[in-house]
């Protein structure tokens, strides 16, 4: 996806030092790259979670509802059965517990609040891609682990990889408590390529999956794996991994579902377009963050998540972009809550490739890069 041709050596320094400090506490202070390479600067982690045994893929954050500071992140760890499974680490970085046996999982996504059998859990949800399904998990209350709650067929009738999920995000309507998932196959049309399914009581404390749309445009280069939802705002993010991203509204009921709102990011990323994170602030204000999925240092652009005029169809304003030294990022993810002492504006999650973890930044140390960052860095695509 990507040419490994060339790199600077701060990006060598940056993931050494990612690779070397797994579940530790030192944390190097801000670095700019040099103005021979991009000027682009690059945040240094707060610390790497715990090594996994195969390749990571994608990060969900989930808040702990009493002691914000025993929240969990979860990462799928992507092989086939049985060493693909669901990794679950602390925020101190140490691995609390890893579910094996789930067949290719991709990506995963938290939602808050599902209604089953007469109880209210929170879930976390994976697809499975070689078997067809997406898995569903309880997460315990006390955030002491997850335990397998359903497994769910996807995509059917569709046939070879059009009936392979990859991509994942939920949705949770505010106005009934209402739970989404939005599944992006691994290869779809350019019209319909995203499912959307509301998750259910079944009876007898089943959970159900009913699919309620099929949306989305696709360009046909490449193909949509990251999907985030602004559960707030109401509003899909996916990424069309070689044209941009769009953005839908999440309520399959809205009046204008079927019309699409934005188009951006089109231009200066010099990789794929991998995961999509929401930086959603108390206020209304926030960010959409975007990977550039790039080898040894991949880059993280950073869009205004609410227009200046208000309008949902505005194009998104471009907010600035940073690094943080992590290798060929595939997923994302991001908090704008209070997490205890060491992320007191929330926590930014960037999956690195190589040393096969996960990094974990402080907000403010994202924002301190922002506000140095260009508004606009053209580069050349690199070449496959």
């Not at 979670?49 to 969900?60: G, N, R, S």
């Not at 350019?190 to 699919?211: C, K, M, V």
């Not at 991001?334 to 007191?344: D, I, K, M, S, V």
Request: charged share 20%; net charge negative.
């Amino acid at each position: 996806m990507f040419s490994r041709a060339a790199f600077s050596a701060a990006g060598l320094a940056a993931l050494s030092w990612a690779a070397g400090s797994c579940g530790g506490d030192a944390r190097p202070p801000l670095l700019m790259e040099g103005a021979g390479v991009s000027q682009i600067p690059r945040v240094q982690p707060l610390r790497a979670t715990a090594t996994l045994a195969h390749d990571p893929d994608d990060p969900a954050i989930w808040i702990h509802p009493a002691a914000p500071e025993r929240s969990l992140i979860l990462g799928t760890v992507k092989a086939a059965a049985p060493h693909g499974g669901l990794a679950v680490f602390g925020l101190d970085g140490q691995l609390r517990q890893l579910v094996n046996g789930i067949d290719r999982p991709n990506n995963v996504d938290v939602e808050y609040g599902l209604t089953l059998g007469g109880r209210t859990i929170d879930i976390a949800v994976v697809t499975e891609r070689y078997a067809r399904r997406v898995r569903v998990f309880a997460i315990a209350p006390d955030g002491s682990g997850v335990s397998d709650l359903a497994q769910l067929p996807v995509l059917e009738g569709e046939s070879g990889e059009g009936g392979a999920p990859m991509g994942i995000a939920m949705y949770r309507r505010p106005r009934d408590g209402a739970i989404f998932a939005i599944v992006a196959p691994k290869t779809g049309p350019r019209d319909g390529y995203l499912w959307q399914y509301r998750l259910h009581d079944g009876g007898a404390g089943s959970l159900a999956a009913t699919p309620v749309r099929r949306f989305g445009q696709f360009s046909g280069a490449g193909e949509i794996e990251a999907v985030a939802v602004d559960d707030t705002a109401g509003h899909i993010y996916y990424a069309d991994e070689g044209n941009g991203i769009h953005k839908w509204h999440a309520d399959p009921e809205h009046p204008d579902a079927a019309r699409p709102l934005a188009h951006f990011a089109r231009d200066a990323f010099g990789g794929d377009r991998e995961g999509i994170a929401i930086y959603a602030a108390p206020d209304g204000t926030g960010y959409v963050i975007a990977t550039d999925q790039l080898p040894l240092d991949s880059q993280y652009r950073v869009y205004r998540r609410q227009a200046s005029d208000g309008r949902s169809d505005a194009q998104p304003a471009t907010a600035g972009t940073f690094s943080g030294g992590a290798d060929s990022t595939d997923g994302i993810e991001a908090t704008a809550r209070n997490l205890g002492p060491e992320f007191p504006r929330g926590l930014f999650v960037a999956m690195n490739s190589t040393a096969r973890n996960f990094l974990l930044f402080r907000w403010e140390d994202v924002e301190q890069a922002l506000a140095t960052s260009p508004r606009r860095q053209a580069r050349p695509r690199q070449t496959p």
